[in-house]
């Protein structure tokens, strides 16, 4: 048994898995044949970074037009805003609208070009991969094809007797051991879930960890301090 705090301490008992603290299901939401994959099982990637992409030379072309467009009618606008005064105001209008339209359909194409790039939603490593170059995906048929976790950062999803409901709260310690380490290490209750499940009884809560590789397990002791 792993040793309490103090003399007048409780240890309540505790299993837990380990689980990334983010983690992510990727997948494209448009059809297209995947024309790039630049990551691989293992790979670290950065929030943003581009991972895969659909064949998309022709919506490239789009926005490359609409950006023109869009650069035009932005000075067409300005030379009316200058002289407003002795434009017509209907006529100010239509090149006020000209220049809004062509905005919006500026944003309208890169969000379209956007869907065909699958980009990293946090810093994180890649840790499932089933797309290659060459693969046909349909945004009618949502499929994952990349699995991302965070790096380092962890959670332990605690297990713990529903009857020590009243005492479970956030800033407990939590001394444990994981499967396969002798080490003891010692972290605090972060969250505890607001039920309990009525299939096992039990409760669940969080601890904060690092650098674990998720699916592990383990067990515990929470320290529960006397009150009196």
Do not use: C
């Not at 792993?2 to 299901?25: G, K, N, W």
């Not at 310690?173 to 096992?200: E, H, L, Q």
């Amino acid at each position: 048994m792993l040793l309490a705090l103090s003399l007048h301490a409780e240890e309540i008992y505790a299993t837990f898995t380990v689980e990334a603290s983010q983690h992510a299901d990727l997948a494209f939401t448009t059809t297209g044949t995947v024309e790039k994959v630049n990551v691989d099982v293992a790979s670290v990637v950065k929030k943003g970074e581009i991972l895969a992409e659909l064949n998309n030379e022709d919506l490239k072309a789009a926005l490359d037009i609409a950006t023109i467009a869009m650069k035009y009618a932005k000075r067409d606008y300005e030379r009316q805003v200058k002289v407003k005064k002795l434009v017509d105001a209907s006529k100010f209008d239509s090149y006020a609208f000209k220049y809004e339209h062509a905005k919006a359909q500026t944003a309208y194409q890169q969000a379209l070009l956007d869907k065909t790039q699958l980009k990293a939603p946090f810093d994180g490593v890649i840790y499932e991969k089933s797309v290659e170059v060459g693969d046909v995906v349909s945004g009618a048929m949502i499929r994952t094809v990349m699995k991302i976790q965070s790096l380092k950062e962890r959670k332990l999803i605690l297990s713990v007797d529903q009857k020590y409901w009243k005492v479970l709260k956030s800033g407990l310690v939590f001394r444990y051991k994981v499967d396969g380490d002798s080490s003891v290490y010692t972290g605090k209750i972060s969250k505890v879930y607001p039920y309990a499940n009525d299939a096992n009884r039990k409760i669940r809560a969080e601890v904060e960890a690092e650098s674990f590789t998720p699916g592990l397990f383990g067990d515990g002791y929470i320290i529960v301090p006397d009150t009196k």
